[in-house]
């Protein structure tokens, strides 16, 4: 049974840090692209990093560049997304994404983890 598990969510403050997990399970987890996306009610669901399958390749949303680092760790199936001088506009659900690298219509959500940034 596939699973992606998101934690690390929460209510932080202006300036502030938090770490995302998603912990991953029933699938090959090394051949997946895997992803963090969020969405804000009302607004459709946006990419904020990619990790590549193989290798350390990355990419970024503008509005998270030098703030955000996605990391992943093969060996214990999770992918982490570092978040750092958060804004109230980082405020919303996110979720990771698991994306076959080969077949990219094999794709798995998780079921997302608040983050609110407010004073």
């Known amino acids: 049974q596939v699973q992606l598990v998101e934690s690390g969510g929460g209510l932080v403050q202006p300036g502030g840090s938090l770490r995302l997990s998603c912990a991953a399970s029933?699938?090959?987890?090394?051949?997946?692209?895997m992803s963090w996306y969020r969405q804000t009610p009302g607004k459709e669901r946006e990419l904020v990093a990619t990790?590549?399958?193989?290798?350390?390749?990355?990419n970024y949303a503008d509005a998270v560049k030098g703030r955000f680092t996605i990391s992943r760790d093969n060996a214990k199936k999770t992918v982490y997304l570092q978040m750092n001088s958060l804004k109230p506009e980082d405020t919303a659900v996110y979720y990771c994404k698991a994306q076959n690298m080969l077949i990219r219509t094999n794709e798995y959500w998780g079921q997302g983890t608040q983050v609110t940034v407010s004073s």
């Open positions: 990790m590549a399958s193989v290798g350390s390749s990355t």
């Open positions: 029933g699938f090959t987890f090394s051949a997946y692209i």
